[in-house]
């Protein structure tokens, strides 16, 4: 799909909406809980994340309903985003790999010497 690397933001929602559609306050609490408390999303940059994925087709409005007077909008992956998302995961894998192949390597040179 692209060669380029998603910007964390992006990633962190996608991924909070790949197990379940979720709502906009659920997706900052699943960025939260996936980040490990590193990332948190204001609302602004969460709905002009969305309203971008969602001229991207990576993800669809799954329901709408009012609450307490209120429209809340529930977000779910399209396919075209699940895919991209699986490229990002084999991506970051492929680069975690490089990381640790080297890092090894370095480790069985004598007094850390370098090449």
């Known amino acids: 799909m692209t060669e380029r690397q998603l910007q964390e933001p992006t990633r962190l929602v ?20 996936i980040s490990d408390g590193r990332s948190r999303l204001s609302t602004g940059t969460l709905y002009t994340a ?3 994925l969602l001229q991207q087709g990576l993800v669809r409005i799954d329901s709408e309903q009012v609450v307490s007077g209120r429209l809340r909008r529930t977000f779910a992956l399209t396919g075209q985003g699940q895919d991209l998302l699986a490229e990002e995961a084999g991506r970051l894998r492929s680069a975690a790999v490089e990381v640790e192949r080297r890092l090894a390597a370095a480790r069985l040179r004598p007094n850390g010497a370098t090449v």
């Open 14 to 33: 996608l991924t909070a909406l790949a197990d379940a559609p979720r709502h906009g306050y659920a997706i900052i609490q699943e960025v939260l809980a």
């Open 50 to 52: 969305l309203d971008r």
